[in-house]
């Protein structure tokens, strides 16, 4: 029996377009320069210790920053910043290193966190666990921060979706 039966790669893509998953933008620093990448495959995964993880193609730039850096910071994005997602989801570059345009400040790691984000956490990459063609990076939490009373930008069906607060 086959470990990895074949399934159709535009059927396992519908199937998985159907979860609604929250937006993200993992960011990084090296050398002084700034690096961003938009991502949906995130969440957490512990609370004692704080842990979370991000899974990023291992073919994209991305990782190799990741793995150099040793950290990164993960700026959950709101509805009215569906901008920044689409900034950042550009395959090569990920974006200009000087972060033009982009309000952020930087946290303890040196890795930046985007402004108006609804809330953010500061990681050390603890792990980093192959899997198929991307790598997990499991970051121990140093900081988080809830910064605003937005609505979260969701990725539903590839389109751009809100969750809307409750009154």
Request: net charge negative; with cysteine; hydrophobic share 45%.
């Amino acid at each position: 029996m086959d470990a990895h039966p074949k399934v159709d790669e535009t059927a396992f893509r519908q199937a998985m377009g159907r979860f609604a998953t929250g937006v993200t933008v993992i960011t990084t620093s090296v050398d002084g320069k700034l690096y961003g990448l938009t991502v949906n495959a995130f969440c957490s995964v512990s609370l004692e210790p704080p842990l979370v993880l991000v899974c990023i193609d291992r073919l994209s730039r991305s990782c190799q920053l990741l793995a150099e850096s040793g950290m990164f910071a993960v700026s959950i994005l709101a509805w009215k910043q569906q901008f920044l997602a689409d900034r950042f989801a550009a395959r090569a570059p990920l974006v200009d290193t000087a972060f033009t345009g982009v309000p952020y400040r930087l946290a303890t790691t040196g890795a930046p966190v985007l402004a108006e984000a609804i809330a953010w956490a500061d990681c050390r990459v603890s792990q980093t666990v192959p899997a198929g063609d991307h790598d997990v990076y499991i970051g121990s939490v140093l900081a988080v921060g809830v910064e605003e009373e937005g609505e979260a930008l969701l990725l539903h069906r590839g389109r751009f979706e809100r969750l809307r607060e409750r009154a």
